[in-house]
């Protein structure tokens, strides 16, 4: 994770608004500092990579939403060229490779 970011490029990190989100986000601002654009909505509004219009060489991080649920708008992303980390532990049963996705994802009970 590279904390330089050239300056035509926008970050957002896109998280659920609920304790495991905010906290996963302050972790990780915690060990990998960066500005970005927070997009959130309360406990069940997940559907938030809608809410971005990302372009070549944006970062995007997503934590604690479905993949399921984003994966039209993810896709649309990593088609414009955003480079898209994922954190997840929810259903992701449409999961797909791709080179801009790192995708982090486990839904075993203990994580």
Not at 57 to 70: A, E, F, H, P, Y
Request: hydrophobic residues 40%; glycine residues 4%.
């Amino acid at each position: 994770m590279s904390t330089v970011i050239p300056h035509n490029v926008t970050c957002f990190d896109v998280f659920n608004g609920d304790a495991d989100g905010i906290c996963a986000l302050h972790q990780l601002r915690l060990a990998f500092p960066r500005e970005a654009t927070e997009i959130t909505g309360v406990k069940r509004d997940v559907a938030l990579l809608n809410r971005i219009d990302a372009k070549a060489g944006d970062r995007i991080t997503v934590l604690d939403i479905s993949l399921d649920t984003n994966v039209e708008s993810l896709r649309k992303h990593l088609m414009a060229g955003a480079e898209v980390e994922y954190f997840d532990h929810h259903a992701a049963n449409q999961r797909f490779a791709h080179p801009n996705l790192q995708l982090y994802w486990n839904d075993a009970r203990d994580v």
